[in-house]
């Protein structure tokens, strides 16, 4: 489901006025370091999965479920990488606005469960496993970006969450901290 029904529900309340979201982004590997990713049908482009949390879903419970309807697989959220807020408002086609606030987490396959990914929903064109050193083009902007934050995370060696301490609407640059 691309627009989970809730936001339906109170859009016909706002209009397209700006919503404050909390959304989640899986960083998929295998045991053989592959990343989970899919070919998104709304962009043409390939990306991570990501979701939007249902309210009252914790964000790691959003994850598996979002992996689990896109590609079937079923993962385990293992580390927070990053809790970072968009740094501008997301303007869709159809006038809607939003904000998300995203909880970034690495994920492993689930002991047992399905590892054998296969388009689970309309939101996707294809999905499949992929090398970190061969991704498949295009490649979404906030994938890259967020790759980089789950490199930077395990460079980082004490394996802290990132986080953003200064306000990326009150200057150009926006500084990553380690806590």
Sequence with gaps: MATPQFILDLRKKIGHDPLWLIGVSAYVEDADGRVLLGRRSDTGEWAMV?????????????????????????????????????????????????????????????????????????????????????????LAATTVERMGYVREFRANGDHRALFSTQDASASDEARTIKP
């Excluded at 697989?73 to 006038?95: H, Q």
């Excluded at 987490?105 to 002991?111: E, G, I, P, S, T």
């Design 50 to 138: 990501y979701g939007i949390n249902e309210p009252g879903e914790e964000p790691a419970v959003t994850v598996i479920r979002e992996v689990k309807e896109e590609t079937g697989v079923d993962c385990v959220p293992t580390e927070l990488v990053s809790v970072k807020s968009s740094a501008s408002m997301i303007r869709y086609a159809n006038g809607d606005q939003a904000m998300y606030m995203d909880h970034l987490f690495v994920c492993r396959l689930a002991d047992g469960g399905n590892s054998q990914p296969f388009v689970g929903d309309d939101e996707s064109l294809n999905v499949g496993w992929f090398s970190p050193d061969d991704l498949p083009q295009p």
